[in-house]
């Protein structure tokens, strides 16, 4: 394990900072827009820009990629990345934010394209889970860290900015300067989301959920928490709760996956879901609410993120292990879909019925998919567990991390 980690320590020292500088950001934003007087809607409708980005970077990003090289890539997206950050408290109004957001999602997805594919390079068979593992858990510590660290400036500085870019900046060094050998990118066609949808119906519609609640999540959950009177601080600490429940329910709910029909998982943590933003409601009737928002947070964090590896596990299930590459494109497709509409959609219900509005619509959204998992199981038999790929949870930034998939290394080298 530590030899594993010695290999790949640049790369997930560029991945924790560019983490770390990229949440600090994504926290400050919407915050920022609640004091200024923004809207929810939009506040909303600027939060969704990131992720039309980050779904448009995940489709071109590699192709620029693989015209330049890693290193040039790298450094050219996190340049841009550094500067469009250093242009939000320039250029203080809705249309340019969210232009900004928009060319932040997308120079983010172009990093971490590039940070993937590097680290699938120095993952062999032998170790492709760990390198894998290592790396979910330098992406969940790098977010909490960010989103804490919006408590060492007041709102109104430009200290938040100027960190958020220096973190940039300072993500480049160990990547610039490494050794490694720049690995070939693989060329990754999607399938139609029509031959997607006909393999595994329920792992484009889950993908698609995970993508509308997360989003919704780190886009209106500010304005929620600042709806209800939570200060800076405490809304770090309700944010970081559900990436704190991100981090410590995935192993859990693989080994439940793996143990049981998938199908079942996936509506055990929408019906989770639906419950703690049932609980969440029943706060607005306490005095205090934090105390059970923060143990109820990570509940609703784990249930979330959950969504998509499960998901992405079940379309494995249906699919020859040669598709597992470009199923992944696709479903990353499906969670962007819905991670674009989510925060507009989400802020719709906030601005019309109140900050507890969050809560009605994740907690709807997770009861119609639910419905939907609950057909799907009626419809189709359930594979035996023998049969069922095994769990790997999976972060959501590019198709290129399914690389180091375990169940989709066969026959790569390190």
């Not at 995970?210 to 809304?235: D, E, K, T």
Request: charge should be positive.
């Amino acid at each position: 394990m530590l030899r594993t980690i010695a290999s790949i320590s640049p790369l997930l020292l560029g991945a924790g900072t560019m983490m770390l500088g990229n949440a600090l950001l994504g926290l400050m934003l919407p915050l920022k827009m609640t004091a200024a007087g923004f809207s929810a809607e939009m506040t909303g409708l600027v939060m969704s820009a990131y992720f039309a980005g980050l779904l448009l970077g995940s489709l071109y990003g590699k192709r620029l990629i693989g015209e330049v090289g890693h290193i040039r890539a790298y450094a050219g997206f996190a340049a841009i990345l550094a500067a469009v950050v250093l242009a939000h408290p320039i250029l203080f109004n809705a249309v340019s934010w969210g232009l900004l957001r928009f060319f932040s999602g997308f120079c983010v997805a172009g990093i971490f394209a590039a940070l993937e594919s590097w680290l699938n390079e120095r993952a062999g068979n032998e170790n492709r889970g760990r390198v894998l593992s290592i790396y979910m858990m330098v992406h969940y510590l790098g977010i909490m860290a960010g989103q804490l660290m919006t408590n060492l400036w007041s709102l109104e500085a430009i200290e938040g900015f100027l960190m958020a870019a220096i973190m940039i900046c300072l993500s480049l060094v160990p990547v610039v300067l490494t050794r490694i050998e720049a690995p070939d990118l693989k060329k990754i066609e999607p399938l139609t989301f029509g031959a997607l949808y006909r393999a595994s119906p329920l792992s484009v519609v889950g993908c698609t959920a995970g993508g509308l609640l997360m989003s919704s999540y780190y886009g209106v959950g500010p304005l929620f928490a600042r709806g209800i009177g939570l200060n800076l601080f405490q809304v770090s600490l309700f944010m970081g709760a559900v990436i704190l429940g991100a981090f410590l329910m995935q192993w859990p709910v693989g080994r439940l996956s793996d143990r049981f029909d998938r199908r079942s998982v996936l509506l055990g943590m929408l019906c989770l879901a639906v419950l703690v933003c049932m609980g969440a409601g029943a706060t607005a009737l306490m005095a205090e609410p934090l105390p059970a928002l923060l143990l109820l947070a990570p509940l609703l964090g784990g249930a979330m993120t959950s969504l998509y590896p499960l998901s992405l596990s079940q379309a494995f299930d249906y699919l020859p292990r040669e598709q597992y590459l470009s199923a992944s494109s696709g479903l990353v497709l499906a969670y962007g879909a819905g991670a674009v509409a989510g925060p507009v959609v989400c802020s719709l219900a906030v601005g019309a019925f109140g900050p507890y509005a969050l809560f009605g619509y994740i907690g709807v959204t997770a009861a119609l998919v639910a419905a939907f998992v609950f057909y799907r199981m009626r419809a189709r038999a359930a594979l035996p567990t023998e049969q069922q790929e095994a769990f790997v949870a999976m972060p959501r930034m590019s198709p290129v991390v399914v690389e180091l998939d375990p169940r989709a290394g066969e026959g790569k080298g390190g």
